[in-house]
């Protein structure tokens, strides 16, 4: 299993960005996704998960904020980030958003969001 997280980078308060996470060697389709994110110094939390079916979940403290979506034919998921704010600032991994089930965590992608 691979999962490769893209799309971050640096962004001023209040800016956008989309992350992709591609899945290799799992049958997306059937599998409940999910975005996390491990701040400096932080446990890593999880942000967003979605469904099989595509029903999402947020963390209170980006629910309104962030958007997370699937594409199973192309098996990527993606996390759109909205209004951004410091606190954000982090490196985001996509994993499983299934409490029983864990691949092998990817590089991440970083964020910085600068105030």
């Known amino acids: 299993v691979q999962l490769q997280a893209s799309g971050g980078g640096l962004v001023q308060t209040g800016g956008s960005l989309r992350l992709s996470c591609k899945a290799s060697?799992?049958?997306?389709?059937?599998?409940?996704m999910g975005w996390y994110r491990q701040a400096p110094g932080k446990q890593r939390e999880l942000v967003s998960v979605?469904?099989?079916?595509?029903?999402?979940n947020y963390a209170d403290s980006v629910k309104g904020r962030f958007t997370i979506s699937r594409d199973n034919a192309k098996d990527m998921v993606y996390l759109q980030m909205n209004s951004l704010k410091p606190e954000d600032t982090a490196v985001y991994y996509c994993?499983?958003?299934?409490?029983?089930?864990?691949?092998?965590w990817g590089q991440g992608t970083q964020v910085t969001v600068s105030s």
């Open positions: 979605i469904g099989g079916r595509g029903s999402p």
């Open positions: 060697g799992i049958n997306l389709a059937i599998n409940t």
């Open positions: 994993n499983s958003g299934s409490q029983a089930t864990r691949w092998p």
